[in-house]
């Protein structure tokens, strides 16, 4: 299956600009380009898509995720499983943030003692 500029940026929640950015600055081709100019993406793509946005999500710099991806003995899995756990920590950190932020709100409203 072959995604447009279009689909995969409402896929991927992220600009058609972005995308074309991307292209640019070879950190993400498109797998095709069609005669009337129109980028197609596939699978490949999207994984790819998917990667480098949590790459973002972790605040590594284009250029660094480039290079990271670039390396040909990058293993896929491990960096996901990698991702999972360095996001599932970050939920845990917002967790108890959020509950402090919970535990003061009671207390400035005379609900809880701190």
Do not use: C, W
Request: a positive charge; charged letters at 30%.
């Amino acid at each position: 299956m072959f995604y447009t500029v279009n689909q995969l940026s409402r896929l991927a929640g992220v600009s058609v600009r972005t995308l074309h950015y991307y292209d640019e600055i070879g950190l993400l081709k498109p797998e095709a380009i069609r005669p009337n100019g129109y980028r197609q993406y596939g699978d490949q793509a999207v994984l790819k898509l998917q990667q480098i946005l949590f790459y973002r999500e972790l605040d590594l710099s284009l250029k660094d995720i480039k290079a990271m991806l670039g390396r040909p003995d990058l293993d896929a899995v491990a960096a996901l499983e990698a991702h999972r756990l360095s996001l599932k920590g970050r939920a845990k950190r917002l967790e108890r943030l959020i509950q402090t932020v919970d535990d003061t709100l009671l207390h400035m409203k005379g609900l809880k003692e701190m």
